[in-house]
């Protein structure tokens, strides 16, 4: 009992200090904005710790893999389970939002959005997956880049052989090194976690029961389900009740954690924590979540399609038709994969919506506030999906054995 309680004390602690900057966000309202700081101090240290962790995990993991087939089988997988994960989550919302219509009796005044620069397809391609200048990597708004990077290097280390032992020594120190700040940096958490979240609360939440309070009441709890229930369902195909429990042991201090920062990115280092402790192998964990960081946001699938349905509503718009639910899912699955790794995505997403539907320019900012008002949920799902997903494509690899193996 002892040790089970020692095994959820900080995640519990991480918790408590939410709760209570929660709570003083609250009480003092916009006032709670002074502790800012404090949040902005733990969040910049994660960011700082990112970038390099990123290069030495993913490289490190590549050039220490026994061959090129397990790498195409782990990828295979990989994309394999976002799709089928992005599709469950946009139809879980898609059910809630049916029954629930939360855009209808809505009114909110209708602004113009001001004049957007326009980027072709082949221009934000390029962008996304290169970089002009090798300094340009060491940018978070390059993630994509810096990955693509990172597996090339580990598959030049790999390709090499012997003559290259010693720079693949190099990179796994420094992945062992970064992980090991990463801990550090997480004695700061609960003060900077409680500090983030007073502000959070102070600063938005009239946001929460102004105009877009249907679409949290309808995201909010379907998002804590789809966290509970699908997840916990993944956990338990991906590894049996052992895969459950030890899902369970160590996804609350990923989940604390992108609650309080919002952010995918900086929730990577301890969701890399999280998913070595379950007992994912080092080449599947570093290379599925920094990716899954990046390209897989089954919360912004769940969020895409509160968008589209929302919306609808405020325009007094029929939402029903398998024609009308098929396109919604196909641009949940474009929003929350293919386009949450490009640089902007979050706004081509919803510039889809709008040219799809034949929707007015007006209902932009109707559609980019409700993202603003769901997010830290959102990142939840999206960090502690990218965790589940890692633990579905071990089982896929390794076989249905793979945590008593883990074990051993």
Same mark, same amino acid.
């Given at each position: 009992?002892?040790?089970?309680?020692?095994?959820?004390?900080?995640?519990?602690?991480l918790l408590a200090s939410i709760i209570i900057g929660s709570i003083?966000?609250?009480?003092?309202?916009?006032?709670?904005?002074?502790?800012?700081?404090?949040?902005?101090? !733990?969040?910049?240290?994660?960011?700082?710790?990112?970038?390099?962790?990123?290069?030495?995990?993913?490289?490190?993991?590549?050039?220490?893999?026994?061959?090129?087939?397990?790498?195409?089988?782990?990828?295979?997988?990989?994309?394999?389970?976002?799709?089928?994960?992005?599709?469950?989550?946009?139809?879980?919302?898609?059910?809630?939002?049916?029954?629930?219509?939360?855009?209808?009796?809505?009114?909110?005044?209708?602004?113009?959005?001001?004049?957007?620069?326009?980027?072709?397809?082949?221009?934000?391609?390029?962008?996304?997956?290169?970089?002009?200048?090798?300094?340009?990597?060491?940018?978070?708004?390059?993630?994509?880049?810096?990955?693509?990077?990172?597996?090339?290097?580990?598959?030049?280390?790999?390709?090499?052989?012997?003559?290259?032992?010693?720079?693949?020594? !190099?990179?796994?120190?420094?992945?062992?090194?970064?992980?090991?700040?990463?801990?550090?940096?997480?004695?700061?958490?609960?003060?900077?976690?409680g500090a983030y979240f007073a502000a959070l609360i102070g600063e938005?939440?009239?946001?929460?029961?102004?105009?877009?309070?249907?679409?949290?009441?309808?995201?909010?709890?379907?998002?804590?389900?789809?966290?509970?229930?699908?997840?916990?369902?993944?956990?338990?195909?991906?590894?049996?009740?052992?895969?459950?429990?030890?899902?369970?042991?160590?996804?609350?201090?990923?989940?604390?954690?992108?609650?309080?920062?919002?952010?995918?990115?900086?929730?990577?280092?301890?969701?890399?924590?999280?998913?070595?402790?379950?007992?994912?192998?080092?080449?599947?964990?570093?290379?599925?979540?920094?990716?899954?960081?990046?390209?897989?946001?089954?919360?912004?699938?769940?969020?895409?399609?509160?968008?589209?349905?929302?919306?609808?509503?405020? !325009?007094?718009?029929?939402?029903?038709?398998?024609?009308?639910?098929?396109?919604?899912?196909?641009?949940?699955?474009?929003?929350?994969?293919?386009?949450?790794?490009?640089?902007?995505?979050?706004?081509?997403?919803?510039?889809?919506?709008?040219?799809?539907?034949?929707?007015?320019?007006?209902?932009?900012?109707?559609?980019?506030?409700?993202?603003?008002?769901?997010?830290?949920?959102?990142?939840?799902?999206?960090?502690?999906?990218?965790?589940?997903?890692?633990?579905?494509?071990?089982?896929?690899?390794?076989?249905?054995?793979?945590?008593?193996?883990?074990?051993?």
């Amino acid at each position: 009992m002892k040790a089970k309680m020692k095994a959820y004390r900080f995640p519990l602690i991480l918790l408590a200090s939410i709760i209570i900057g929660s709570i003083i966000g609250l009480i003092f309202g916009e006032e709670a904005t002074v502790i800012k700081p404090l949040g902005d101090l !733990f969040i910049n240290l994660l960011f700082m710790i990112v970038i390099p962790l990123v290069f030495f995990t993913i490289s490190s993991a590549i050039a220490s893999m026994d061959s090129m087939k397990r790498l195409g089988k782990i990828m295979g997988s990989m994309m394999t389970v976002f799709i089928v994960t992005g599709i469950i989550a946009a139809v879980f919302m898609l059910v809630a939002t049916v029954i629930f219509e939360p855009g209808k009796g809505v009114d909110i005044p209708l602004e113009t959005p001001d004049s957007t620069e326009e980027m072709t397809l082949s221009e934000q391609l390029v962008n996304t997956f290169t970089v002009s200048d090798f300094v340009d990597l060491f940018s978070r708004e390059n993630m994509l880049a810096l990955i693509i990077f990172s597996v090339l290097v580990g598959i030049s280390t790999a390709l090499t052989g012997e003559k290259s032992s010693g720079f693949s020594k !190099f990179l796994t120190s420094g992945s062992e090194v970064f992980m090991k700040l990463v801990q550090l940096v997480m004695y700061y958490a609960p003060i900077g976690l409680g500090a983030y979240f007073a502000a959070l609360i102070g600063e938005f939440g009239a946001d929460l029961i102004g105009d877009y309070a249907k679409a949290v009441i309808v995201y909010y709890p379907v998002a804590v389900l789809y966290f509970a229930i699908g997840f916990t369902l993944y956990a338990f195909i991906a590894g049996g009740k052992l895969g459950v429990v030890r899902f369970w042991k160590n996804i609350l201090s990923p989940a604390a954690t992108s609650l309080g920062t919002g952010s995918s990115i900086a929730s990577l280092p301890v969701n890399l924590q999280a998913a070595k402790r379950i007992g994912v192998p080092k080449d599947v964990r570093e290379t599925i979540l920094p990716l899954g960081a990046t390209i897989h946001m089954d919360g912004s699938c769940l969020s895409a399609m509160l968008k589209i349905a929302f919306v609808f509503g405020v !325009f007094n718009m029929d939402f029903s038709g398998w024609d009308t639910f098929f396109t919604a899912i196909g641009i949940c699955l474009l929003s929350g994969i293919v386009m949450s790794g490009i640089p902007g995505g979050g706004f081509m997403g919803e510039m889809m919506i709008i040219s799809l539907y034949g929707l007015p320019m007006e209902a932009l900012p109707i559609i980019s506030a409700i993202g603003v008002v769901v997010d830290p949920p959102a990142t939840m799902v999206n960090v502690t999906g990218d965790t589940v997903s890692s633990m579905l494509v071990t089982r896929q690899i390794e076989g249905k054995d793979w945590l008593k193996q883990a074990e051993a």
